[in-house]
């Protein structure tokens, strides 16, 4: 099933469309779309494919400043976490309750960039990453209550992206509050190292088997947001020693398993997962869904059920496919770019 949100500009090689973020277990999908004047808006649909509109109070919704509101997650209960974007191009981060009520928020100590959030879980609790006032990355958690924790990786970088260092984000929260994410390391070469942090504050760092250590690589990417389990299994991707990438999952106790989906492309910046960016989920039942870059650097969806076996998630017509989210019961969301460059979305239902 593919559809286009009221409102999204569809005009041929306008490089607008809509883009979801997430889909919760009720199948009610949140993201975005871009009007005419390339301006964000939030969207919610149904599973009934009713659709609700809406803007952040306080987003700069000026035709010609690319702003606006951006969601990135949903709840099983139906609360939204995104940020917006002011005219001053400054993120504040966000939180729309069912019945439309806002709650705007800032990590204390934000600058720069701002506030972005990635994830929510049940109970509220939304974690993500802020710039401090040199453009620096941190994770942090903003618990239920308001209350902020924040943190940096063991031997984490120092400096900015534009020096190559994209310090911490956390990516994803569990039911449970445990969190899961990644850093850039100060060896040099920025490489990229996951950790799990536990609902007391403890950081656990890993690698995965094969991580490269060169510049740019190692376990997970910048922005790459990782799939993470009630019980703690976290689904990534690592980047070897030829900067290919390759997807992973790791159990609980610490045990991986490295997979590459079917078409997958093997020379550098080719691989299952992305170099940047691109994000894994994965559900209770096991089942991973990314994307992969093909030899000819082209991107697909993937969906790997938990027995192992991967399938390839392209609609019709696409010219590159990526995608956004997946929920417990296997329901896939992303967009896709058609022969016009118009992006819409996707979902992809299980048999």
């Keep these: 099933m593919v559809f286009d949100a009221p409102g999204a500009d569809t005009t041929a090689a306008d490089f607008n469309g809509t883009f979801p973020g997430s889909i919760n277990r009720a199948g009610v999908i949140t993201g975005y779309y871009t009007d005419a004047a390339g301006t964000a808006h939030g969207f919610l649909r149904g599973p009934n494919g009713e659709y609700t509109g809406f803007d952040a109070p306080g987003a700069d919704l000026k035709p010609g400043d690319y702003n606006g509101t951006v969601p990135d997650s949903i709840n099983d209960l139906g609360v939204v976490a995104g940020f917006y974007i002011d005219s001053n191009n400054f993120e504040h981060g966000f939180l729309r309750s069912p019945e439309g009520k806002f709650t705007a928020f800032e990590v204390p100590g934000a600058s720069g ?3 972005t959030p990635i994830a929510i ?3 509220g609790a939304v974690v993500g990453y802020y710039t401090d006032a ?7 958690l903003r618990r239920p209550d308001g209350a902020f924790a924040t943190w940096v990786g063991p031997g984490e970088c120092t400096g900015n992206g534009s020096q190559g260092c994209y310090g911490s984000g956390a990516t994803n929260i569990n039911a449970f509050g445990a969190v899961a994410g990644g850093y850039s ?8 190292r996951g950790f799990v942090r536990d609902v007391e504050g403890h950081l656990k760092t890993f690698d995965a088997p094969g991580a490269g250590a060169g510049t740019d690589q190692g376990t997970g990417c910048p922005g790459c947001a990782v799939g993470l389990s009630a019980f703690g299994a976290v689904a990534g991707n690592y980047i070897d020693a030829n900067s290919v990438s390759h997807g992973y999952l790791r159990s609980p106790d610490g045990s991986f398993v490295r997979f590459d989906a ?11 997962g992305c170099p940047s960016d691109c994000p894994t989920s994965l559900n209770e039942s096991g089942a991973v869904m990314g994307s992969y870059i093909d030899a000819n650097y082209t991107l697909h969806g993937y969906f790997r ?5 991967i399938v390839t998630v392209d609609p019709a017509g696409t010219l590159y496919t990526w995608s956004s989210g997946m929920n417990d019961r296997g329901q896939i969301t992303g967009y896709y770019l058609d022969g016009n460059y118009v992006y819409h979305v996707f979902v992809r239902v299980p048999d």
């Design 185 to 192: 390391d100060s060896s040099g070469n920025f490489v990229h």
């Design 305 to 309: 059920a938990p027995d192992g076996r």
């Design 121 to 123: 879980n049940p109970e």
């Design 262 to 272: 079917p078409g997958a492309g093997t020379a550098a910046g080719q691989g299952t």
């Design 113 to 115: 960039y701002g506030t």
């Design 134 to 140: 040199t453009y620096a990355f941190h994770a942090f």
